[in-house]
């Protein structure tokens, strides 16, 4: 069973805000990821991280940022929100090296931008 | 990584198997299957993966093609919580690259 946490679950916020969302896991996990996903549409790769000191962008370009100072710590600024922004965002992590090299995902935070 | 084609939806009575197809053709030599879920925008969940040979866990079996370029996910018995979206997804394992999730099958499973 996977640790993987996600904060908040749900956030209405207004236009220009500085939001974080949060994640973090218990497994010790090396590689951690971003990913972005709108209601009925497919996962976009935001960001990933081989490890500490390691961010980089994914597929889908994203004004966000991110950080990777622990090891089971990733967190996912926007330094000014905008509607553009409403969208579900999932956290996951898996373990390297690893024969399966499966991603465990957080549950997820839904944010809507005012 | 190598592209896979599934189709968009795919209906299931309950009780019934459910067979989901995938078509990989390109696929490489050291490229693993893998299979995960999403059931209603909760974050995707590991079903499976194989190489060559047709694996069998408690959620579901794969059986790959001797040619290894298409698969089937078998969820033996299906129950309405395996309504979700189904992404075949093939890959090398042991690599430092990311997972692409394609828009994968929404599974419909009918009471």
């Known amino acids: 069973e996977a640790d993987i946490y996600q904060t908040p679950r749900y956030l209405v916020i207004g236009t220009g805000k500085k939001i974080t969302l949060e994640c973090s896991q218990t497994?010790?996990?090396?590689?951690m990821y971003w990913y972005q996903q709108d209601p009925g549409m497919e996962l976009h790769l935001i960001h990933y991280s081989y490890g500490v000191n390691s961010t980089e962008k994914g597929d889908l370009s994203s004004e966000s940022t991110v950080s990777r100072i622990r090891t089971e710590h990733f967190p996912l600024t926007l330094e000014s929100a905008r509607p553009s922004h409403t969208s579900q965002y999932l956290c996951?992590?898996?373990?390297?090296?690893?024969?399966?090299?499966?991603?465990?995902f957080g549950p997820g935070t839904r944010l809507l931008v005012l | 990584d190598a592209k896979t084609t599934q189709p968009t939806s795919m209906d299931c009575a309950e009780g019934r198997a459910a067979n989901l197809p995938c078509n990989h053709s390109?696929?490489?030599?050291?490229?693993?299957v893998y299979w995960y879920r999403q059931i209603h925008s909760q974050g995707p969940q590991y079903i499976i993966h194989?190489?060559?040979n047709n694996e069998t866990n408690e959620m579901a079996s794969l059986i790959i093609t001797e040619d290894r370029k298409s698969s089937t996910l078998i969820l033996p018995h299906a129950t309405l919580r395996d309504t979700a979206v189904y992404y075949c997804?093939?890959?090398?394992?042991?690599?430092?690259?990311?997972?692409?999730f394609g828009k994968g099958t929404r599974l419909h499973i009918l009471p």
């Open positions: 996951a992590s898996s373990e390297s090296p690893s024969r399966t090299e499966t991603q465990y």
């Open positions: 497994m010790g996990h090396d590689k």
């Open positions: 390109t696929i490489s030599g050291n490229e693993y």
């Open positions: 194989g190489l060559k």
């Open positions: 997804i093939v890959r090398v394992a042991l690599r430092d690259d990311k997972i692409i």
